[in-house]
Antibody, heavy 121, light 106 residues
Framework: QIQLVQSGPELKKPGETVKISCKAS????????MNWVKQAPGKGLKWMGW????????TYADDFKGRFAFSLETSASTAYLQINNLKNEDMATYFC??????????????WGQGTTLTVSS | DIQMTQSPSSLSASLGGKVTITCKAS??????IAWYQHKPGKGPRLLIH???TLQPGIPSRFSGSGSGRDYSFSISNLEPEDIATYYC????????FGAGTKLELK
């Protein structure tokens, strides 16, 4: 069955770097794009951007340009979200979600379980 | 960027009842809207895409409709497991979520 399994909770200090993984199984990894979605505490869902798993090209939503990086380890069917120079406002749960795509992603049909990031000095 | 105005932000309903949530887009989104159910500690669950297409395994109690800028999502015959937060997502031009609707039992 199709699964996206994310890495465990993270506790980081401001200024540090975090890398969250999302391991896919049950389908051909390069046939679907991988998206990242942020949910801050008590807030709604916000699309961060996506990575074309066939070409490796990332696209970042406007609010996530600069400190955020999407990457792949295609041989391991795994996508990564890296956040550099962590700030308090990065504290959130991060989800990966797969989608078919054309020039941009379509809706997300499968999601990871979420990774909770705590940022505290 | 396309904005999605979702309402209400919360609602309470009785078991067996019906609820309707609306999403209004800032421009025509050509029916490219999906609806999700989200429960704490889990990833969201896709219920409907392309306005009204039910995902396999989703009960027919869930339905969607709309066109242009205006879309709605309904749940009939409410069951206890329907208690969750619901989101719309437009995917006509990049992707934008609505703010969410928290559904509680009356």
């Amino acid at each position: 069955q199709i699964q996206l399994v994310q890495s465990g909770p993270e506790l980081k200090k401001p200024g540090e770097t975090v890398k969250i993984s999302c391991k896919a199984s049950g389908y051909t990894f390069t046939n679907y794009g991988m998206n990242w979605v942020k949910q801050a505490p008590g807030k709604g869902l916000k699309w961060m951007g996506w990575i074309n798993t066939y070409t490796g090209e990332p696209t970042y939503a406007d609010d996530f340009k600069g400190r955020f990086a999407f990457s792949l380890e295609t041989s391991a069917s795994t996508a990564y979200l890296q956040i550099n120079n962590l700030k308090n406002e990065d504290m959130a749960t991060y989800f990966c979600a797969r989608s078919l795509y054309g020039s941009s992603p379509y809706y997300f049909d499968y999601w990871g379980q979420g990774t909770t990031l705590t940022v505290s000095s | 960027d396309i904005q999605m105005t979702q309402s209400p932000s919360s609602l309470s309903a009785s078991l067996g009842g019906k609820v309707t949530i609306t999403c209004k887009a800032s421009q025509d989104i050509n029916k490219y809207i999906a609806w999700y159910q989200h429960k704490p500690g889990k990833g969201p669950r896709l219920l409907i895409h392309y306005t009204s297409t039910l995902q396999p395994g989703i009960p027919s109690r869930f339905s969607g409709s709309g066109s242009g800028r205006d879309y709605s999502f309904s749940i009939s015959n409410l069951e206890p497991e329907d208690i969750a937060t619901y989101y719309c997502l437009q995917y006509d031009n990049l992707l934008t979520f609505g703010a969410g609707t928290k559904l509680e039992l009356k």
